[in-house]
């Protein structure tokens, strides 16, 4: 397994692409540590000029990111993560705030030469912004994705989750949330049975508390409302 990312703070950072942190599995050495334990918190606003505005991950990296919140970012593609040729897998992790001017608010996989692996599993993308992909923008590569909502992005196109035709797979029906108010807001594929699409009339108040707090866990996140459907699609809250 590659790096994980864990026990980080990145604080208001500027650069090209990652601004906060930067994986590279062909450089000599990466800014994130191999081994390390507890939370990554990328909360403080930084900036990339061009890709990652948190974090870029690169040239053959594995990263699993866990336990985590990533918010408050920008760049042009890629708010809060962007990928090329690489795997990460983020668990119980928070990805909200993000902005970006192009494409993948949240996290972006550009159409590239070479694929990426995508995983999200009981995590929670919301309050992203882009042109394309508000959450998610998969240009070429596939994504996985469970026990995760996915709700309250904005975009032009696919404004929580896009998968454009050049990407290979997106695999759901795996008891995720999508959308808000009778609306997936997704494009490229269909939520599986298994998913929720909330009703029409539900607003994502009715879901979650669109602003971050300190709950329970080691990292802001959003509490979900009780009663509504969101809880049982991210069956765990951030631990």
Known sequence: MGATAAGRTPSQKTGVSGAGLRVSASASKSNVPEETSGPLSVICRSTATSTGGAITVTS????????STI???TAQYGGGVVMF??????VNT????????????????P????????TFDKSTITGNTAEKGGGVDIGYGEVFLSHTLVS???????????????????????HNLFGVNGEAGVVGFTPGP???VPAPGVPLSDILDPVLAN????????????????PDARSEEHT
């Open 111 to 118: 159409a590239y030469y070479v694929s990426s692996h995508l």
């Open 71 to 73: 918010s408050g970012n």
């Open 60 to 67: 053959g990296s594995v990263v699993d990111i866990s336990r």
């Open 85 to 90: 040729h690489s795997t990460a897998e983020f």
């Open 215 to 230: 709950t329970a866990g080691p990292t802001q996140t959003h509490v979900l409302v009780p009663g509504r459907s969101a």
């Open 194 to 196: 298994t998913d929720i």
């Open 94 to 109: 928070t990805i909200s705030g993000n902005h970006a001017e192009r494409e993948g608010g949240g996290v972006a996989v």
């Open 152 to 174: 309250g992005n904005t975009a032009v196109e696919g404004p929580e989750l896009r998968v454009s035709s050049d990407a290979y797979d997106a695999g759901v029906d795996a």
